[in-house]
């Protein structure tokens, strides 16, 4: 569906001098810097896929988007979207691809979402009947009845992000851009328009990409992650792959019958200890497989003390991705030496 080439954008940043001769230097000089706001990122996206496209602000996750969607030429490079050269064929492209910005919306401010509605239907040419089966479909899974005929300007902000999911998926489109979707929501909110995009994924085998800083939205929806910062991809692969590799371990919370003098089991590092309570990590190798050795570890626990309760904690995809973008991931790498795969 989507395919990458080592693709650049490089924007010109004019500098403003100030003081008596500044407004003549800005008028006879121009002078200005090179940003590179996406340096030489690569990657392909399957048919079908629904991917997390994550970075810190600045990273070049928008202007990736914008490039992809044919908004913005790239400086140097390929893309290719649904075969199609996306910023060469806007027109064609625009007709097959669905996109919302969490910032922006796509229907009219001061009409009713079922005239904006209307209006897309007709904008790209899409047959009554299927409008129809669409529009009834949308107003069921995304409950749109209560403001379906509101006008956008009045909607509330959960509001107006359903109902920029039903135009941007009006027309059937095979590939969905969604920059920030959940952005300000609430969690109800949040936890509907989730369900709306896997449904679409999963039912109709909508290809989806998706921009956001909620991680809340990655853990829930994507198996697989592109990770960019200063332009770069620094990591490609699966969200397991990602826990496994940078998470540090899993960690056991054993709640103990009483509190023992000493916790000592092979294969696990005491964190820390609070009464009958103990944090035990079990070392990366273990954390590597499905079970591990978390699974040897736990009889030898249930033998050698008297154990109340115990839970198993998986690494937090926040705090891992946190660490990832401060350059202080756990085994001393930074994030400009990471390898752009899960390899």
């Known amino acids: 569906m989507i395919r990458v080439e080592s693709l650049h954008k490089e924007f010109r940043v004019y500098r403003h001098h100030r003081g008596g001769w500044g407004a003549l230097r800005n008028l006879l000089t121009r002078d200005y810097r090179i940003v590179r706001a996406v340096d030489g990122v690569s990657f392909n996206v399957a048919r079908g896929e629904l991917i997390g496209y994550l970075g810190p602000n600045g990273a070049g996750k928008s202007t990736t988007i914008k490039m992809l969607t044919g908004i913005l030429v790239p400086t140097s490079g390929e893309a290719t979207v649904d075969r199609r050269v996306p910023w060469e064929e806007r027109t064609e492209h625009a007709r097959r691809i669905g996109v919302v910005f969490g910032q922006r919306t796509n229907l009219w401010w ?8 209307d209006l897309l239907r007709h904008i790209y040419r899409v047959p009554a009947d299927r409008y129809q089966r669409n529009l009834h479909l949308f107003e069921e899974m995304l409950e749109m009845g209560p403001f379906l005929y509101t006008p956008v300007r009045s909607l509330s902000l959960g509001q107006r992000m359903r109902s920029d999911l039903a135009a941007a998926l009006l027309h059937d489109p095979p590939l969905l851009f969604l920059d920030e979707p959940t952005i300000g929501l609430d969690v109800v909110a949040k936890e509907r328009i989730r369900q709306f995009i896997r449904s679409m994924n999963r039912e109709r085998g909508t290809t989806v990409i998706l921009t956001t800083h909620d991680l809340g939205d990655v853990e829930k929806l994507c198996e697989r992650i592109i990770m960019i910062d200063h332009g770069h991809v620094v990591f490609d692969g699966a969200l397991a792959a990602l826990r496994d590799r940078f998470g540090g371990g899993r960690v056991l919370v054993v709640d103990f019958a009483e509190a023992p003098d000493e916790v000592n089991l092979p294969g696990a590092e005491l ?15 273990a954390s590597m497989s499905a079970g591990g050795r978390v699974a040897e570890i736990i009889p030898e626990l249930f033998r050698r003390y008297r154990v109340h ?3 198993v904690q998986e690494p937090e995809i926040e705090e891992i991705v946190r660490r990832i973008y401060e350059g202080n991931l756990l085994w001393g790498e930074s994030a400009a030496d990471l390898p752009a795969n899960d390899e």
């Open 110 to 117: 001061d009409l009713p979402v079922i005239e904006s509605l």
């Open 271 to 285: 964190v820390r200890q609070e009464a009958n309570r103990a944090w035990l990590r079990i070392d990366r190798s």
């Open 309 to 311: 309760d115990l839970s």
